[in-house]
């Protein structure tokens, strides 16, 4: 069994009913994609997820509830995203016009904007965004 101390942590939206509810999702099944803008990568100088990484997914109280395992990735222009991927992150969107409008207000919030240390984002069909598909996993027993 890996040490689960090793593993990245994956914090999905920010504390409170977002996260609830995306983590909710998660462990029920309905969520498995993500998505997050390219540019958080490159400014923080982190390696995009790679096939086969486990994360531990916490929530809004920062208790592990599951781990994830990433299947694909892919890094798209918004003006290329596809349907199924909207569809995999479990959010109710119907279109890819409704998914780049709930993730344009978030990436584009003052909260966002400034974990990001910028008060402007550029978000336009050429924004580029890692889409990341996973599988749910229980975590390890502690025996």
Request: overall charge negative; proline content about 6%; charged content about 25%.
């Amino acid at each position: 069994m890996a040490d689960m101390g090793a593993l990245p942590v994956g914090e999905y939206g920010t504390p409170g009913p977002l996260r609830d509810r995306l983590v909710a999702a998660i462990l029920s099944g309905r969520k498995t994609a993500t998505s997050s803008l390219y540019e958080e990568y490159r400014r923080f100088g982190e390696d995009l997820p790679q096939v086969g990484q486990r994360e531990i997914v916490l929530d809004s109280h920062q208790h592990p509830v599951c781990l994830t395992e990433t299947v694909a990735v892919e890094v798209l222009p918004v003006s290329d995203m596809k349907l199924d991927f909207a569809l995999a992150e479990g959010e109710g969107f119907t279109s890819v016009d409704d998914w780049w409008a709930a993730h344009r207000t978030f990436w584009g919030s003052e909260d966002y904007r400034t974990h990001l240390g910028q008060p402007e984002i550029e978000l336009d069909e050429n924004t580029l965004v890692v889409c990341q598909w996973f599988r749910m996993l229980p975590l390890p027993s502690s025996r």
